[in-house]
């Protein structure tokens, strides 16, 4: 039973990622292509609903002239009554949601103190349950508030409101940058994509080391288990109660890793085709002292999971005292995976991709050198430049403009170095220090 409650929490968490990427991939998506006010607003509400599975809906944004939430958008629920309706900001539960910022989660939204019977009254439809989230940018005050209600068939529990959160961020987002030139709306959400992106690696961590301590477990003890059964003096019946204990146990580990192996992958192509709404843009690098190898580190440990899984080894190499660089700690993490993942798929399940940091004078040698199959020269020629292709099976060619635009940040340069059939060296060159 343990085993088995273990395997379903796993399943649920991948699940839960994979929901949360699907709603915020198709929110980037759509809203992406649009520049009215209108049809963010109303995009971004159906989007909301459909991934938490409510039956009605509204979006009020703050008009600063009136001093109101205004309804601009309501889906279900007689809303047709409600759209362009004003509410006091000082009243109800979406004014106070709107003035302190924090989502409002109503199990029973008749008995909420804040709640007032002015809307239930215009529409003559009941609001059982209901979740309020502020539309907000950071630390900036809220732009309104997104209200779901009346969930299809239950309540809605944290996995809807973590969704909503997410979505009610994109959704500040886009509204804030509709009136700016593409870029400068683009570039602000790729900041969103980037949180989103830590958020996600913080949540698979501790489902990789869990399923990385099974497996170490399981390979310690397995066979020191075996010999105790065949030496130790038992009566039959616990001798084979004992080896099914331990044959579940060989049987349940390879699952677990499978499926935590596969939902990291599905990860990874989600975060793609949201980055690929914001493809080419970066926001502008902070500078502080970091230890680049601790960065690098922290990059091999995430993919040393699926390295494993792929059959190929992934290790660090510092050359000598590699001293603390002013730069971008996060960017840099970021163009690392990039170039680690690559070079694991490049291996084809043998080999081995090692990171290897050294300074050079004034330099930062970042080299990331894989055994895999390399690359043609004209691939080789034309990488991390305009031109470059992609010789993945659906590649979209977003992780080596990743790294071209982190390095550019950084106001450093690539060396490509390939051979086909020998492998891989791909080098960044990063000034250690940066005038202010």
Not at 311 to 337: F, I, K, S
Not at 413 to 424: K, L, N, P
């Amino acid at each position: 039973m343990a085993q088995d409650s273990i395997g379903e929490d796993l399943n649920q968490q991948v699940a839960q990622l994979q929901r949360e990427l699907r709603a915020v991939h198709t929110i980037a998506a759509q809203l992406g292509r649009e520049t009215e006010m209108e049809a963010i607003v109303r995009q971004a509400l159906e989007v909301a609903m459909t991934a938490v599975e409510a039956l009605a809906g509204s979006i009020l944004l703050y008009d600063p002239v009136q001093e109101k939430l205004v309804f601009r958008y309501v889906v279900g629920g007689g809303g047709d009554a409600l759209v362009g309706v004003a509410l006091d900001p000082s009243q109800g539960i979406a004014g106070r949601v709107f003035r302190e910022g924090v989502t409002n989660v109503s199990e029973q939204v008749g008995l909420d103190s804040d709640h007032t019977a002015e809307i239930e009254e215009r529409t003559n439809y009941l609001a059982s349950n209901m979740v309020t989230v502020p539309l907000k940018q950071s630390q900036a005050a809220p732009l309104g508030v997104m209200q779901v209600l009346n969930k299809d068939g239950g309540s809605f529990d944290h996995n809807d409101v973590a969704v909503l959160e997410i979505l009610a961020d994109q959704i500040a987002s886009r509204l804030e940058n509709a009136s700016l030139q593409q870029k400068a709306r683009l570039a602000a959400v790729a900041e969103y994509v980037g949180h989103i992106c830590h958020d996600l690696k913080n949540m698979m961590t501790p489902v990789q080391t869990g399923a990385q301590m099974l497996r170490d477990i399981l390979a310690g003890d397995a066979e020191q288990m075996s010999a105790f059964l065949e030496a130790a003096t038992l009566d039959e019946k616990p001798r084979d109660t004992l080896a099914a204990v331990l044959a579940d146990l060989q049987d349940l580990t390879p699952e677990i890793i499978r499926i935590l192996h596969e939902g990291a992958l599905t990860t990874q192509q989600h975060m793609s085709e949201i980055a690929n709404a914001v493809k080419s843009l970066s926001t502008e690098p902070t500078f502080e002292d970091t230890d680049v190898v601790e960065v690098a580190e922290r990059a091999v440990r995430l993919l040393s999971t699926q390295a494993d899984g792929l059959g190929v080894e992934v290790r660090t190499e510092p050359v000598g005292e590699v001293p603390h660089a002013c730069v971008d700690a996060r960017q840099l993490y970021n163009a690392l995976y990039n170039l680690i993942f690559n070079a694991l798929e490049a291996c084809q399940g043998h080999g081995a991709v090692v990171v290897r940091i050294s300074a050079v004078g004034d330099w930062l040698h970042l080299e990331v050198i894989d055994t895999g199959m390399g690359m043609p020269e004209e691939v080789r020629a034309k990488a991390f430049t305009p031109q470059a292709v992609t010789t993945k099976d659906g590649g979209t060619g977003l992780g080596t403009k990743i790294v071209r635009n982190v390095v550019d940040a950084h106001r450093g340069a690539i060396v490509v170095e390939s051979e086909v059939g020998r492998g891989t060296t791909i080098r960044l060159e990063i000034p250690m220090r940066h005038d202010s």
